[in-house]
């Protein structure tokens, strides 16, 4: 179980979480660009992702044919598809994520015997 202070915390991330999205997402979009979070490795994820969803293929190929390959592991993969799936918005797909990854440490890591 967690405690008030643990409860604390994890509510402030989320807050901070929530504010510097909103701020970029705001930033990015208004300037006409993507997404700061899509850049990087993240938009061959994103590509991966969306040719897995329309085309049924792990393949990092922009335009057909769609050869598969295995430059990338697909578990992050078809985890972003699956979130872009549900969510029909590459936006609200990231800031789930990031969600997810905030709220499973707390309960997970108060079962871990290092931590009483």
């Known amino acids: 179980m967690l405690r008030r202070r643990e409860w604390l915390i994890l509510a402030l991330g989320l807050a901070v979480e929530f504010i510097a999205f909103f701020w970029l997402r705001s930033v990015t ?3 006409g660009g993507e997404m700061v979070f899509l850049t990087g490795d993240s938009g061959a994820y ?3 992702a969306e040719n ?3 085309y049924h293929v792990f393949s990092f190929s ?3 044919p769609f ?3 295995s430059l990338r592991t697909p578990g992050y993969t ?3 598809a699956l979130l872009f ?3 029909r918005s590459w936006d609200v797909a990231i800031l789930l994520q990031g969600i997810l990854v ?4 707390p309960p997970c890591l108060s079962h871990w015997p290092l931590s009483r």
């Open 29 to 31: 979009h208004a300037h």
């Open 85 to 87: 799936s549900v969510t």
């Open 102 to 105: 905030s709220v499973a440490p």
């Open 52 to 54: 897995l969803l329309q």
């Open 46 to 48: 994103k590509l991966y």
């Open 78 to 80: 078809i985890f972003a």
């Open 62 to 64: 922009k335009d057909a």
């Open 67 to 69: 050869y598969p390959d």
